[in-house]
């Protein structure tokens, strides 16, 4: 008995052991692809190898077929023409294309190890049953035959874009989905970001000699192509080219194909070199111009978020605005100078923030663009030498207007599931933004950017979720930030701290503070008549601790969050005091401003100034007027 219990705890301690350690797939993808530009389509075999180093057997596999979204009573079809503020480049295009005009992939075959399985299209996902199950640690071969038509640009891929290039090549393969620690990653594509396993690429691109190719990963044979790659001299032009592309260790395989193609490639001693494909003409003149911007981009992102891991980066002109791919982007290209440089700098540091640190976009929208858009709104300051004092203005405006409204959702809703547009791009974007800004009032910026790196040094090559992160800001910084995704990220709780009272006692005079729903350490100015100012900082007990302040901050007894009021003895007569305000630096995003400052008169006026002054109640009914307290 005691013998048989022994074993049955050493099992459980063993297995709650291992559940600790993290684990990711892996794949291999060989492809083939047959282009025929006469009719946009193109046949092509897939033989991919797929590591299970799960602890799951697996027992069915699932595939994306993201083309399959662009036929008219598609799911990503109705959602636009449903939704109450549909992308202007969807709307009801889809509904409207042809049957030359759509998209699809259509699986002839798919063999496991040999052996025919079953399987079933349910719209943009591929259901297969294996003939043998994937036991953990162990390995399957699939080889897969299927025929694909290239829809009309509507959103990301598709061919003859708005500006003209011929072919925007993304998500254009049926692609594995991912299995991690929450199952498969199976979810229909609707509109939003994607999911990949982390893996090798070698892809055979076949061709109309007229094309020219950019694409993830290393083109291997360039003096066989040339177009820029190699000069070479062919005395016979050639019918159609195979383009052989190469890309290890990257989740994704983007490609883009234009007759008018200029190819220009920038080298860069530092690393990495650049290859910008463009139509040259009138409206793309600025690309001439990118070169310094580039490199200064590498430059600082490789010394603040750590270094980029390729040799190259391709700036592709294509798809329908900007989007990342391992070692690549397509944008629209007819750009004056900042419009280009921005829509670079954003796609280019998500080779950080997705590319490297490949987190589950459809979950964790804030995590991709959020920390993108804060990485790459202080690259552009810098470049362009604009003030940087608060570059993230823009980002706590539009994210403090949302939350005003209606519209607000929380940063844990699923990407696809968002009532409206506009609640999305908050969230991900803006709300993203405040988020990782907001950590230099919390933890310290020298605790934030040692976060950063430790990051990137811990996750590259894997896929973070928030918890992961959190749990590098903790070790980094030695305070609980628990409270902070709990109430920012999983609620719509709003931060609104206010002066509720100035209480005159002889010569020491009270400040009473109030707080709104949500606890977050409270910095404030006391600035004097005589010119003099004193800094205050107010920590919140959830931190257990406080971040590092300067030596003149008088730090204050802890907040608790059941408590609304806090009262702050000033050690100063209500006449001498000038001016209180909070959150000075403006970088805590307070949904109600009118109460953060208070000017008290130049000459004190006892019958018009009574001892208690009041702050003017607000009138956003969403939060709670001022109460007279007892003190």
Known sequence: MNKLYIIIISSFVTLNLSSQNYWQQKVIYEMNIDFNVKNHQFSG?????????????????????????????????????????????????????????????????????????????????????????????????????????????????????????????????????????????????????????????????????????????????????????????????????????????????????????????????????????????????????????????????????????????????????????????????????????????????????????????????????????????????????????????????????IAKSNYEESLITHADHFNTNLAYYSAAYWKGVVFIDQLNRIIGEESLNSSLKRYYNEWSFKHPNPINFKRILEKESELELDWYFEYFVNTIKKIDYGISQILNYQNNCKLVLEKGEMPFPLEFQIKLKNGKIFDYYIPISLMRGNKEVNKNVIILDDWNWTDKYYIVNLNSKITDIDEIVLHSDGRVADILTENNSIKLPEKWNWEKNNLLLKIKKTKNKNFQKFKKIKI
Not at 51 to 62: A, G, R
Request: aromatic content about 14%; charged content about 20%; overall charge negative.
């Open 45 to 401: 075999n897939q033989k991919l190898k797929y590591y299970n180093l799960s602890h799951d057997t697996l027992q069915n596999i699932f595939y994306h077929l993201y083309l399959n979204a662009f036929q008219p009573g598609s799911m990503m079809d109705k959602r636009s023409m449903s939704i109450l503020d549909p992308d202007k480049r969807v709307q009801d295009r889809i509904s409207k294309l042809s049957p030359n005009e759509i998209g699809f992939q259509k699986i002839l075959n798919i063999f496991q190890n040999g052996t025919p399985l079953s399987y079933q299209v349910n719209g943009t996902i591929l259901e297969v049953i294996l003939n043998d199950p994937i036991y953990p640690n162990d390995s399957a071969i699939f080889d897969m035959n299927f025929l694909t038509q290239v829809p009309i640009q509507i959103r990301r891929t598709g061919r003859d874009n708005s500006e003209g290039i011929d072919y925007s090549m993304s998500q254009w393969y049926p692609k594995i989905c991912e299995y991690d620690e929450n199952g498969w990653n199976s979810n229909p594509y609707i509109s939003r970001e994607f999911h990949g396993v982390w893996g090798d690429f070698n892809v055979n691109i076949k061709i109309d000699a007229d094309y020219t190719i950019a694409a993830t990963g290393k083109l291997t044979n360039p003096e066989e192509i040339g177009h820029g790659y190699k000069n070479i001299n062919t005395k016979k032009k050639p019918i159609n080219l195979t383009w052989k592309f190469q890309a290890n260790n990257v989740h994704d395989f983007v490609w883009a194909a234009d007759r008018d193609y200029n190819h220009k490639i920038i080298n860069n001693d530092n690393g990495p070199n650049f290859h910008l494909f463009y139509q040259k003409n009138d409206k793309t003149k600025e690309w001439e111009n990118l070169e310094p911007y580039l490199i200064k981009t590498f430059e600082y992102a490789n010394k603040n978020f750590g270094k980029y891991p390729y040799d190259h980066y391709s700036i592709i002109q294509g798809g329908d605005g900007g989007m990342e791919y391992p070692m690549a982007t397509l944008i629209t290209g007819n750009r004056n100078l900042r419009s280009l440089v921005g829509v670079c700098v954003h796609e280019i540091m998500h080779s950080w923030y997705q590319g490297l640190m490949a987190t589950n976009e459809a979950l964790y929208a804030w995590m991709d663009e959020g920390f993108t858009s804060y990485a790459s709104n202080i690259i552009e300051r810098i470049l362009f030498n604009e003030d940087s004092l608060f570059q993230h203005k823009d980002s706590y405006d539009r994210y403090l207007k």
